[in-house]
């Protein structure tokens, strides 16, 4: 089981990064996924999650508004679109998979990509 993470980059402040988890080995289309980061200096947190459906999503309150959790089971692929990216954004980027339900803890996932770093300058 492997998930590959892509999309990081350095981008202005109010610019905008799309990232891409994709996941091979097995399906998971019926585990919820998810997107955590982690900023030099601090503890992983929570940024967005979805459920196998799509139907539901949960946000982090920093992000709302701006970050869209997306996927697409047919290529057992998730995305988080991230528009008006602020320079406290930059952290590197882990997505998650096999919750079984639509959780904001790292725990309920069992499987974890490699992360990819987003920088965002002011």
């Known amino acids: 089981v492997q998930l590959q993470a892509s999309g990081g980059g350095l981008v202005q402040a109010g610019g905008s990064l799309r990232l891409s988890c994709v996941a091979s080995g097995r399906t998971f289309s019926r585990s919820a996924m998810g997107w955590f980061r982690q900023a030099p200096g601090k503890e992983r947190e929570f940024v967005a999650a979805?459920?196998?459906?799509?139907?539901?999503?949960n946000y982090a309150d920093s992000v709302k508004g701006r970050f869209t959790i997306s996927r697409d089971n047919t290529k057992n692929t998730v995305y988080l679109q991230m528009n008006s990216l602020k320079p406290e954004d930059t952290a590197a980027y882990y997505c998650a998979a096999g919750a079984t339900i639509l959780s904001s803890s790292s725990y309920r996932y069992d499987y974890w990509g490699q992360g990819t770093l987003v920088t965002v300058s002011s």
């Open positions: 979805i459920t196998w459906s799509g139907s539901s999503t």
